[in-house]
């Protein structure tokens, strides 16, 4: 039976990344956090400002203090998650130095939604997966596609959570956010591939099925980027480009 405490302690010393994926003698795959540099807070005051001034609401910056702190918090979120039958890695082992987690599969939703052709039913799959997570009462972390995970079985799992948004805003709201942060994500390969409004009829779908305490946050930090999509041209950068995708698809729902 393998020490995976043991093995923890071994590799740690060793791994020269915040987060890498290793080989044990037994042949399993896992992957191993390390403690990373503590991040300035100050740096999530001034996000948090300009989030309230935009009235961006669910879609404001979740604090992640780094260091020890979102080890602590990343093996209680993936306890918390498991308790909850919740498709994520589970934890193997934890020190002061970082955490062992399985590995639950080679491609990320945003791999297929990028390359397959596929894409937009994967892209349903997502939704449907974030769904089941709130219906169980949890909520996600950066629920970004790049962090959304489709399993050997072809299940979709999640992975990354070192910051705790329930720790900063009501369950709505982070549940809400959870849908931002994946449809901000995905919006602008669909952009891409010239499936913007069958995907809108897809979440306009979706939509009407949540909620209004969950509909109405999403709603409301979509209302000040609208004008957003206008902007296409690859010089305002790929962030500006995500959101302004993401404010397409809430023009082409209407």
């Known amino acids: 039976m393998t020490d995976y405490s043991a093995e923890l302690a071994r590799i740690l010393p060793g791994q020269t990344h915040t987060i890498a994926r290793h080989n044990l003698p037994n042949g399993q795959i896992v992957w191993v956090r390390q403690t990373g540099k503590t991040i300035p807070q100050w740096r999530y005051s001034l996000l948090g400002f300009v989030a ?6 669910a879609l ?3 604090p992640n203090a780094g260091g020890s702190e979102a080890i602590a918090t990343e093996a209680a979120r993936l306890r918390a998650l498991a308790a909850h039958d919740i498709r994520a890695p589970r934890l193997l082992a934890e020190s002061a130095g970082g955490l062992m987690f399985t590995h639950i599969g080679e491609h990320t939703l945003l791999h297929h939604i990028e390359n ?5 039913d994967y892209w349903q799959q997502g939704l449907a997966a974030i769904e089941r997570v709130h219906r169980s009462g949890q909520y996600l972390s950066q629920a970004f596609a790049r962090n959304i995970i489709v399993c050997n079985d072809s299940q979709i799992g999640f992975i990354d959570f070192e910051d705790d948004p329930g720790r900063y805003m009501p369950l709505e709201r982070c549940q809400s956010r959870d849908y931002l942060c994946y449809l901000q994500s995905s919006a602008v390969w669909l952009q891409k591939h010239g499936l913007l409004d069958q995907a809108a009829a897809i979440w306009r779908q979706h939509a009407a099925g949540l909620p209004a305490a969950l509909r109405t946050p999403i709603e409301s930090a979509i209302r000040p980027i609208g004008w957003m999509r206008h902007l296409q041209a690859g010089f305002w950068g790929n962030d500006t480009l995500r959101l302004a995708a993401l404010a397409a698809l809430f023009e082409q729902e209407k």
Request: net charge positive; proline share 14%.
């Open 52 to 57: 309230r001034h935009l009235r961006l609401g």
């Open 60 to 62: 404001q910056p979740v």
């Open 116 to 120: 397959s052709p596929e894409r937009l």
